[in-house]
């Protein structure tokens, strides 16, 4: 029963709720799908954490995909003991990468109380299943070897499965534990990705790359204004003023 709980029905329905207020939340909110930057409240942090959490996370998602797209191609691959290792050793690699990513922005969150103040409940439930979900990837690929074979030969037949509305549990009963949970938290991911600012990946502004480049034109004159702005009133000649007694005695000066 519990398998048909978490298996069946809590993928549907966060496939369903994801899909359908991702949708709502676009149409109703359009301006909310961003991920709401804190850099200017703290940068240094930021910036590394960001930089080996979108390469580590895209590269993991990338072989993920990859095995659901072409599990024989990934197979055949794998034949060629040199290659598997390659392979297994990149997507640790891309793993830790976004574990290290992962972590640091969190500490980041923790430690910083101007990013504090502005971190929501639901940024807290993201950053904690986004960490459990890597924590998990990365146990797997160290203590669960061969992982790009196993898993296009057990995971990807049940997520087939669901996709084609005929859901078959046989291929990951045997599962060990640690890797159910990472299929669970996956899930769980997918019903807060609506509520939360995981939501600005579907809106990356890839149009930069071939937007064309804005011309700016001035609609005013500077030389112009320069010539008619007023002059500041200059002192007679060998007429010292009380700023410059003040700055020849070492005194601050003050002016407005």
């Given at each position: ?21 991702t ?16 850099q200017?409240l ?6 590394y954490?960001?930089?080996a ?14 095995g659901?797209l072409f599990?024989?191609s990934?197979?055949?691959f794998?034949?060629?003991?040199v ?26 969150r ?13 940024d807290?439930v ?6 459990i ?6 146990y ?7 992982g790009s074979?196993?898993f296009v ?5 049940y997520?087939r ?18 890797i159910?949970?990472?299929i669970?938290n996956?899930?769980l991911l ?13 809106v ?21 204004a320069?010539a008619h ?8 000649a ?12 070492g005194?601050p000066?003050?002016?407005?």
């Amino acid at each position: 029963m519990h398998n048909n709980l978490l298996y069946i029905i809590l993928p549907y329905t966060a496939f369903t709720v994801a899909v359908v207020f991702t949708i709502y939340r676009y149409r109703k909110d359009g301006f909310s799908y961003s991920s709401l930057s804190s850099q200017f409240l703290e940068s240094k942090e930021l910036f590394y954490g960001s930089v080996a959490w979108h390469f580590g996370v895209i590269g993991a998602l990338t072989g993920h995909a990859i095995g659901f797209l072409f599990p024989k191609s990934v197979l055949w691959f794998n034949g060629v003991p040199v290659r598997l290792y390659i392979l297994e050793t990149t997507g640790l690699l891309f793993g830790l990468l976004a574990l290290v990513g992962i972590v640091s922005l969190t500490v980041r969150r923790a430690t910083s109380s101007r990013v504090r103040a502005v971190t929501s409940k639901m940024d807290v439930v993201v950053v904690m299943l986004l960490l459990i979900q890597v924590s998990l990837g990365v146990y797997i690929a160290v203590f669960y070897r061969w992982g790009s074979s196993w898993f296009v030969t057990s995971a990807v037949p049940y997520l087939r499965s669901l996709w084609l509305l005929q859901p078959d549990l046989k291929m990951i009963e045997p599962l060990p534990l640690i890797i159910k949970l990472h299929i669970v938290n996956f899930y769980l991911l997918l019903i807060v990705f609506p509520f939360s600012r995981l939501v600005h990946m579907l809106v990356v502004p890839l149009q930069y790359l071939w937007r064309p480049y804005q011309i700016v034109i001035w609609n005013w004159n500077r030389r112009r204004a320069q010539a008619h702005a007023p002059q500041p009133a200059r002192q007679p000649a060998g007429v010292a003023s009380s700023a410059d007694e003040h700055a020849a005695e070492g005194r601050p000066v003050f002016t407005r």
